[in-house]
């Protein structure tokens, strides 16, 4: 899995020149996190931690120091001074995004960081956390669905198939060397059968959205795609 280094910025505050909520306590260092995800446009929300994001913070040896659950990380964490803390931010479907929705699979984020924490100091860690898996999708041209009575939009990815039977929905891979292999199979109101040419796109990239998008070939009845890349 590729992992992404997450931002950290640190700045030492003058206790005199603090809020309220920003006081250190004696020997200890405060973390004011703020956490979003990576290449997604964000909704105004009075939390700093995007909503589905768990973190772990960890101690030299890999003992977990302090972890919250998606949904209720802080904005603000007391650490002990003199240590540094590795910061893990994630999504917890780590180990089963690739089964959910039905084999669809889902969006997976992770990323980490290191913080150093010092007495008496105020540490900010703002974060875009990274996507890593990529995702594919397909979309239909208009009056499709009253040409045709069926039809399926079928991947190759990851050594399996998987058949989206909606425009506009998503399926979700690992990036590997063979990337993904598409067509569309479909049955028109006469009942006549036509399935396009198995295609394979390889160049693929953690983070990315490919959308397939569908058109009509009426110089031979059937249809031909343009693929389009999103951040």
């Given at each position: 899995?590729?992992?992404?280094t997450?931002i950290?910025?640190a700045?030492?505050?003058?206790?005199?020149?603090?809020?309220?909520?920003?006081?250190?306590?004696?020997?200890?260092?405060?973390?004011?996190l703020?956490?979003?995800?990576?290449?997604?446009?964000?909704i105004?929300?009075t939390?700093?931690?995007?909503?589905?994001?768990?973190i772990?913070?960890?101690?030299p040896?890999?003992?977990v120091?302090?972890?919250?659950?998606?949904?209720?990380?802080?904005?603000?964490?007391?650490?002990?001074?003199g240590?540094?803390?590795t910061?893990?931010?994630?999504?917890?479907?780590?180990?089963?995004?690739?089964?959910a929705?039905?084999?669809?699979?889902?969006?997976?984020y992770?990323g980490e960081t290191?913080?150093?924490?010092?007495?008496d100091?105020?540490?900010?860690?703002?974060?875009?956390?990274?996507?890593?898996?990529y995702?594919?999708?397909?979309?239909?041209p208009?009056?499709f669905?009253?040409?045709?009575s069926?039809?399926?939009f079928?991947?190759?990815?990851?050594?399996?198939?998987?058949?989206?039977?909606q425009?506009?929905?998503?399926?979700?891979?690992?990036?590997?060397?063979?990337?993904f292999?598409y067509h569309?199979q479909a049955?028109?109101?006469d009942?006549?059968?036509?399935?396009?040419?198995?295609?394979?796109y390889?160049?693929?990239?953690?983070?990315?959205?490919?959308q397939?998008?569908?058109?009509y070939?009426?110089?031979?009845?059937a249809?031909?795609?343009?693929?389009?890349?999103?951040?």
């Open positions: 899995m590729k992992r992404a997450l950290i910025s700045a030492t505050i003058l206790l005199a020149s603090c809020s309220q909520d920003e006081v250190t306590h004696a020997g200890k260092a405060t973390m004011i703020d956490l979003t995800y990576e290449n997604m446009p964000q105004t929300v939390r700093a931690v995007s909503p589905g994001l768990s772990q913070i960890l101690t040896d890999g003992t120091y302090q972890e919250y659950a998606a949904g209720a990380v802080p904005d603000k964490v007391t650490l002990e001074g240590v540094t803390y910061v893990k931010a994630f999504t917890p479907n780590q180990d089963t995004w690739q089964t929705n039905d084999g669809r699979g889902e969006a997976c992770y290191t913080v150093t924490a010092i007495e100091e105020v540490v900010y860690c703002r974060c875009s956390v990274p996507m890593t898996n995702a594919v999708t397909f979309s239909l208009d009056h669905d009253e040409l045709f069926s039809y399926g079928v991947l190759h990815a990851n050594g399996k198939d998987v058949t989206l039977q425009s506009g929905t998503n399926a979700y891979f690992s990036v590997d060397s063979q990337g292999t569309l049955v028109n109101t009942g006549a059968e036509f399935s396009t040419t198995p295609a394979t390889t160049d693929v990239q953690v983070g990315k959205m490919y397939l998008s569908y058109d070939d009426f110089g031979s009845a249809a031909v795609a343009s693929l389009q890349i999103h951040n």
